[in-house]
């Protein structure tokens, strides 16, 4: 369904999911470590700026922290703490989502966006409720 | 129960083990009601370039230079909307591109309407890249209408097993079980299965960051 992209490599097969661009890659190491033009023949065609220049550079982690304080993956950490095992994993098997995944029409652009909404469940906060309520029923009596 | 919080999750996690096998990346970003100030669209996309940067291993020259140069003007300012839109849209262009945004309700409503523009733009940019997106009902129609007709909508609900499974996992886990005893713990697994809630709303609650549904009652 996708045009090809370039082929991306996994810098380790351990630690962190990191992968490396080739085209990034191979010009970052030559002797001019700044890329002087811009990605192959076949980014051009995904409609891409094609005078994006791109280089390695010691202030990269200083720069990554500029670009935003927030660091969501700790939070999706947490998230996936709580989370009961096997809950939601129908929602990968829905048409869906499938649709959304693997995209159809006008290269793959049909169903870019999949939005999932509905009321807030029947969460831990919510047995704290029921709980207070039994407990006040209680005191009634 | 699904919650969108744990669909987000299942998703980002679905998406992540893909990434060992496919050509692709994957950001996320979570709204959240009580950091809401912080969550700026500058902070959130910025976050989300911040991701797709740190997959590549290099950044546009053209952010190294907007760094360097920043310093000089009134003692440091951060990277415009429209510079980190442009560059999302450039490096999800390079490779196949998952984004994940959870609880869009939780997100002020006009930097929802940003956020999802500046999503917009990307999608636009970038044909290949997938954004998924939860949240309450009552904001469907801004999202449809600002993302126009590559959204598809679906509903979540919970499932009665999924209820079950759910309760008997938190019950599991709460941090003071004497204080349970069985006449409450029928009571909860009978009752609430079949009153799921359609008005209480728990992530905006404070007390839901509580491990202890008894330390509540005290």
Same mark, same amino acid.
């Given at each position: 369904m996708s045009p090809a992209f370039p082929k991306l490599t996994r810098t380790s097969s351990t630690g962190p999911k990191v992968f490396r661009h080739p085209t990034l890659y191979t010009i970052l190491n030559s002797k001019n470590q700044t890329m002087s033009r811009a990605f192959t023949d076949n980014i051009n065609s995904f409609n891409v700026s094609n005078?994006?220049?791109?280089?390695?550079?010691?202030?990269?982690?200083?720069?990554?922290?500029?670009?935003?304080?927030?660091?969501?993956?700790?939070? #999706? #950490?947490?998230?996936?703490?709580?989370?009961?095992?096997?809950? !939601?994993?129908?929602?990968?098997?829905?048409?869906?989502?499938?649709?959304?995944?693997? !995209?159809? !029409?006008?290269? !793959?652009?049909?169903?870019?966006?999949l939005f999932c909404y509905g009321e807030p469940g029947v969460g831990k906060s919510y047995i704290w409720y029921k709980r207070l309520l039994a407990r006040n029923e209680r005191h009634d009596c | 129960m699904l919650t969108g919080r744990d669909g987000s999750s299942v998703v980002i996690d679905h998406l992540c083990d893909q990434v060992i096998e496919q050509d692709m990346a994957v950001a996320c970003f979570y709204y959240d009601f009580a950091s809401r100030e912080a969550q700026s669209p500058t902070n959130m996309l910025g976050s989300l370039l911040k991701q797709l940067l740190s997959g590549l291993g290099?950044?546009?020259?053209? $952010?190294?230079?907007?760094?360097?140069?920043?310093?000089?003007?009134?003692?440091?300012?951060? /990277?415009? /909307?429209?510079?980190?839109?442009?560059?999302?849209?450039?490096?999800?262009?390079?490779?196949?591109?998952? $984004?994940?945004?959870?609880?869009?309700?939780?997100?002020?409503?006009?930097?929802?309407?940003?956020?999802?523009?500046? /999503?917009?733009?990307?999608?636009?940019?970038?044909?290949?890249?997938?954004?998924?997106? *939860?949240?309450?009902?009552?904001?469907?129609?801004?999202? &449809?209408? &600002?993302?126009?007709?590559? *959204?598809?909508?679906?509903? $979540?609900?919970?499932? &009665?097993?999924? $209820?079950v499974t759910y309760l008997h996992a938190r019950l599991g886990k709460d941090t003071n079980p004497a204080a349970m005893d069985g006449f409450l713990e029928n009571d909860i697994m009978k009752s609430i299965p079949e009153e799921i809630p359609e008005t209480y709303v728990p992530a905006r609650d404070p007390r839901n960051r509580c491990d202890s549904y008894t330390d509540w009652c005290k």
């Open positions: 005078n994006i220049i791109f280089t390695a550079t010691d202030d990269e982690p200083k720069i990554l922290a500029w670009l935003s304080p927030l660091e969501p993956q700790v939070r #999706h #950490h947490d998230i996936c703490e709580q989370r009961v095992d096997s809950i !939601g994993n129908w929602l990968l098997e829905t048409k869906e989502f499938k649709g959304w995944y693997n !995209g159809s !029409g006008n290269g !793959g652009s049909n169903h870019a966006a | 290099a950044i546009p020259v053209k $952010i190294v230079q907007k760094f360097r140069g920043q310093k000089k003007a009134i003692g440091g300012r951060r /990277l415009q /909307l429209p510079d980190i839109v442009e560059m999302c849209a450039a490096v999800t262009s390079l490779q196949r591109t998952f $984004i994940c945004v959870d609880a869009l309700d939780e997100c002020v409503p006009r930097h929802r309407l940003e956020v999802l523009g500046a /999503l917009g733009q990307i999608l636009r940019g970038s044909p290949n890249t997938r954004i998924f997106m *939860t949240g309450r009902s009552h904001i469907r129609g801004v999202v &449809e209408r &600002e993302l126009g007709e590559r *959204t598809t909508s679906v509903s $979540i609900s919970s499932r &009665e097993d999924e $209820i």
